[in-house]
């Protein structure tokens, strides 16, 4: 995806988020936009806010832990890693969690 999509995202994930300001796919939507877009510092607010919102919500950790990494701050990473892993595993997400140990692996 080109990075004008991933800016055409972001606002659009910006209205929903005005229209629902509780609406934690937004955030994680939004956050997982400006990761692609080189924005990891942006991205991790986004996330922050995910989990405030709920904080068993594996897919803010998850997300949380990528953005962390593109910054090279790889402890706090595998933290978040770590915790999005155990809220998968409980929740029965066999592929997130799949992919966050492969993930894990990496780093």
């Not at 939507?29 to 989990?51: H, M, W």
């Not at 904080?55 to 990528?66: C, E, I, Q, T, V």
């Amino acid at each position: 995806m080109k990075s004008e999509h991933f800016s055409a995202a972001i606002a659009d994930f910006d209205t929903a988020i005005r229209l629902r300001p509780d609406g934690i796919d937004n955030y994680f939507g939004r956050g997982l936009a400006k990761v692609n877009l080189e924005q990891p510092s942006a991205a991790i607010a986004d996330f922050d806010t995910a989990i405030q919102l709920k904080p068993d919500f594996a897919l803010g950790y998850f997300g949380r832990g990528l953005a962390k990494a593109y910054l090279e701050r790889f402890q706090e990473a595998k933290q978040d890693l770590r915790t999005a892993l155990l809220l998968a595993t409980l929740a029965g997400d066999e592929n997130l969690t799949a992919t966050i140990e492969a993930l894990l692996q990496k780093i």
